[in-house]
């Protein structure tokens, strides 16, 4: 079974930085792309930032310029910088990633979700 774990959020004043951690375990054989979502109470999940295999990114327009998204591939890990936070980046954080792993007997390609790491951006 795959898991994600999250690690890295926290408390941290405005202006300040974080380092979001993602790692994957299980039997994995690969990961195509890993991604960062988050979600304020009550609202929709929304994508932050998504990173390929290849390396090529993609962010929302609401982070572009602060926050930067990497991964480790020997790691099997994806990580989020984020710089210049805001009160209004005060949201849960979850890791995504699409994995190929050998799974009760089988080759299986699935989606996956991080539980989670919380963002608090004090003013």
């Known amino acids: 079974q795959v898991q994600l774990v999250e690690s890295g959020g926290g408390l941290v004043q405005a202006g300040g930085s974080l380092r979001l951690s993602c790692a994957a375990s299980g039997s994995i054989i690969s990961i195509n792309d890993m991604r960062w979502y988050r979600q304020a109470p009550g609202q929709q999940r929304e994508l932050v930032a998504a990173i390929a295999s290849d390396g090529s990114t993609s962010y929302a327009d609401s982070v572009k310029g602060r926050f930067t998204i990497s991964r480790d591939n020997a790691k099997n890990t994806v990580y989020l910088q984020m710089n210049s936070l805001r009160p209004d980046d005060t949201v849960v954080y979850y890791c995504?990633?699409?994995?190929?792993?050998?799974?009760?007997?089988?080759?299986?390609?699935?989606?996956?979700w991080g539980q989670g790491t919380q963002v608090t951006v004090s003013s």
């Open positions: 995504n990633a699409d994995v190929k792993s050998y799974t009760n007997g089988a080759i299986r390609s699935r989606n996956y």
